[in-house]
């Protein structure tokens, strides 16, 4: 966006297939994200208005807060793209160049471009022009292998050719989402280039965020599978910002771990109230999908939500068993008096 500096706030829920539609994101912005992405979407099935291709990017009024992530290789296609969804409103339009997926990698895209930065620099100089208002952003991986460790590189590539902000997942294409994300990487990638770098990877709490934003010094915080089941991620981060805790920690000389424990106490949100969250998003899924899709698209979540809580086996079997939406609420209203019962889960 010529002019003018992106700045997509503290807190953003990254895109992931099968997971981020609208309710989902919709929920997410409620619960204190100050920016989503769609999962993403083929470049192609786009332009050509596949069928199903527009449930994955309906954004409805949250359109100024929601990024579209794009895929594909060739740099023409995702410029005629990318400008098709900047006429639709959508203010952040991303290039996705870290997917390790092999169906995706077999057509050139995802994080096969980080073996090809030339392509990389043809498709950035090809659709800035077409954006008019809109940014340009790209997520990537630290590199394909461990051999070709190249995000400098590439961040200093897309810096120079026109992108507006880089979201970082520092792991390689082959670890896919084995081993630990690096944040080092991230550390030294935000020294060196000079748009926004937005830090994803591993961050599964207050904590982990406000202990990789300060060690990083990363623009702001992407939640990924830390948001699946648990959004109020968002507004807990918030709240642990606002608090302090974590600033006097580390000022008193505790370390960056130890701080980001501590900032735990006073912003976890009560489970009377994340259940009714999990019941709000129940309804929105199933008002977006119809009751048997949004309810299989609801596990996810409840897996999650449900995962190490007092009383939680039988129910995660119900999950399982669960066909239609209405199930899914009666399980969620069913721990709500387990709960009650059992006060507190962890
Ligand atoms: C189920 C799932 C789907 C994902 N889909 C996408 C996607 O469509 N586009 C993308 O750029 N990254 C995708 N990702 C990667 C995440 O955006 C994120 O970078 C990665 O999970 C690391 O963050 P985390 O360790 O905090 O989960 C996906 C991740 C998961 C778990």
Not at 69 to 94: R, W, Y
Not at 262 to 289: P, Q, T
């Amino acid at each position: 966006m010529a002019g003018n500096n992106i700045n997509l706030g503290r807190c953003i829920l990254a895109p992931m297939a099968g997971i981020t539609g609208f309710p989902f994101r919709k929920v997410a912005l409620k619960c204190g994200a100050e920016f989503c992405f769609t999962e993403m979407v083929s470049a192609t099935g786009f332009l050509h208005n596949d069928k199903g291709t527009a449930e994955l990017f309906y954004a409805g009024n949250d359109v100024m807060q929601t990024g579209i992530q794009l895929f594909g290789s060739s740099p023409e296609i995702l410029a005629q793209a990318a400008e098709k969804a900047a006429d639709k409103g959508f203010k952040v339009i991303d290039i996705n160049m870290g997917c390790p997926v092999k169906k995706v990698i077999k057509i050139g895209a995802g994080s096969a471009i980080l073996k090809d930065l030339q392509t990389l620099s043809a498709i950035v100089k090809s659709v800035r022009p077409a954006l008019k208002d809109s940014f340009l952003t790209i997520k990537i991986r630290s590199g394909f292998d461990e051999n070709s460790i190249n995000f400098l590189e590439t961040g200093r590539i897309a810096e120079e050719s026109g992108v507006d902000a880089v979201f970082f997942h520092p792991r390689t294409r082959s670890l896919m989402f084995g081993g630990a994300a690096d944040h080092s990487l991230t550390k030294k990638l935000k020294e060196n280039i000079s748009i926004p770098v937005y830090a994803s990877g591993d961050i599964f709490s207050a904590g982990d965020a406000l202990r990789i934003k300060h060690y990083t010094g990363a623009d702001g915080i992407m939640f990924a599978r830390g948001a699946i089941g648990r959004p109020w991620i968002f507004s807990e981060y918030l709240s642990a910002g606002y608090n302090n805790i974590f600033a006097e920690s580390l000022k008193k000389g505790n370390s960056l771990a130890e701080s980001a424990a501590a900032v735990l106490s006073g912003i976890e949100r009560d489970i009377g109230h994340k259940i009714n969250i999990m019941i709000e998003l129940a309804e929105e899924m199933c008002l977006f999908y119809g009751k048997e899709r949004g309810c299989n698209l609801m596990k996810p979540h409840l897996y999650n939500f449900l995962k190490g809580s007092k009383g939680s086996k039988n129910l995660r079997v119900m999950v399982n068993n669960a066909k239609t939406g209405k199930e899914i609420k009666d399980i969620l209203n069913m721990f709500k008096t387990l709960n009650d019962e059992y006060i507190g889960i962890n």
